[in-house]
């Protein structure tokens, strides 16, 4: 009966275990998406100056950098803090930034458009207006990891906003691809910009041994970012501000190809089109069954009591 008893403690140890560190992650941050399991594969780019006289381009991908969305504003100090803890975070860490700035009801930022915005509220409004006080579908500063995990203000939910940013870009996303992608850009003889991209060779690697892998949907979107923009009017006392999303198109279709209009270079010649796959698929109804931790724990109790019971 000891070892019995010795054996049931140690798997209701180890149920207990694995229950806290499956959460520990997950208490650092928010889902970044509401009702969807999703999250980004990642992004191609490819550099078209200042936008007019763009060569025939081709880019064919399969490693892709991490995501990284922040959501700013140039009036935003606070944002100013979390890009630099931000920064500090990745180090030599290799990262796709993208930099949302504030734009509907907005009268001191020059940057952003309605597409940002609906990007972003799409994606993420649902999300952001659940956790954050007061709520707000788009709120600066707002850090958003991978597609999947949010940040949202300075405050942090461990010892400080480093690690909680340190352990976003440690944890893996939770869904994984292979495969290649490509994405060509050419002007047309109008002066627009022709983009066509495939998805087809871009597989879901289901992790479930048991045959009930989701249905995973990939979702195009075409962006324009410049990489540096002067602008010294900004309140919180940065003059350049860096990965400035202009325009975000979403599309539908693993392959395609669509004519967009370039927006205009703020200055410099450092625009770039950018071609970011979105990856979701419905969540599950929860289950009337307990967690897999707390059944663990409750057959270990069962196997408890049967064995006072034998002796």
């Known amino acids: 009966m000891r070892i019995t008893t010795a054996i049931v403690t140690a798997l209701l140890l180890s149920s207990l275990t694995t229950a806290v560190s499956s959460s520990e992650g997950s208490s650092i941050w928010d889902d970044a998406r509401s009702g969807v399991n999703g999250g980004t594969v990642g992004a191609i780019a490819i550099s078209i100056g200042n936008g007019t006289n763009i060569s025939d381009t081709t880019v064919i991908e ?64 649902d999300a952001s207006y659940a956790v954050s006080e007061p709520s707000n579908t788009r709120v600066p500063p707002s850090n958003i990891f991978f597609g999947e995990r949010m940040h949202i203000g300075m405050r942090s939910n461990s010892n400080s906003l480093l690690n909680d940013f340190a352990t976003s870009l440690a944890t893996q996303l939770s869904s994984h691809f292979s495969g290649t992608v490509s994405f060509s850009t050419s002007q047309t003889q109008e002066g627009s910009l022709q983009v066509s991209w495939n998805l087809s060779e871009l597989e879901y690697q289901c992790m479930d041994g048991g045959g009930s892998c989701p249905t995973v ?22 003059d350049y501000y860096h990965h400035v999303l202009h325009e975000a198109y979403e599309f539908d279709g693993l392959v395609g190809t669509s004519t967009l209009n370039i927006p205009m270079v703020w200055d410099g010649e450092d625009l770039s089109v950018i071609l970011l796959i979105d990856w979701s698929y419905p969540e599950e109804p929860d289950s009337p069954l307990p967690a897999p931790g707390a059944l663990v724990a409750i057959a270990c109790m069962m196997a408890a009591a049967a064995s006072r019971r034998r002796v």
């Open 62 to 125: 399969d490693n892709f950098a991490p995501v990284v969305e922040v959501y700013t504003a140039t009036w935003c100090t606070n944002c100013v803090y979390t890009e630099n803890t931000l920064n500090e975070a990745i180090g030599d860490t290799e990262v796709f930034l993208i930099h949302y700035h504030r734009h509907k009801y907005e009268a001191l930022d020059p940057f952003g458009s309605n597409s940002t915005e609906h990007r972003w509220e799409s994606t993420y409004g």
């Open 217 to 238: 949907t990939l979702s195009p979107w075409v962006m324009f970012i410049e990489d540096s923009a002067y602008y010294p009017d900004g309140t919180n006392g940065l």
